[in-house]
């Protein structure tokens, strides 16, 4: 599990600075987040290699479909240097 806490300032240019009342003129902001990695098995008994096989084709398909989820789109070489 993994925490990230940042504090964020802000104020009105000049304002947020007086003596006194600058406080109305200023915003500070806590942010808090949390995450966590978490990790499901999943035992497959193997009874002979074609059975291994098999399995091993059925992950990758579905690791690809969430890799292709989670990854930007892909940029196109030739426009980039076109560019």
């Known amino acids: 599990m993994q925490n990230q806490t940042r504090n964020r300032k802000s104020s009105v240019p000049l304002l947020g600075n007086l003596p006194l009342i600058g406080g109305l003129f200023r915003h500070e902001q806590k942010v808090t987040r949390k995450s966590e990695l978490v990790i499901l098995l999943r ?41």
Not at 66 to 81: G, Y
């Open 43 to 83: 035992p497959i008994v193997v009874d002979n290699d074609n059975v291994w096989v098999d399995e091993m084709q059925k992950v990758t398909k579905r690791f690809g479909k969430i890799t292709q989820l989670d990854s930007p789109p892909m940029v196109n070489d030739a426009a980039v240097k076109s560019r």
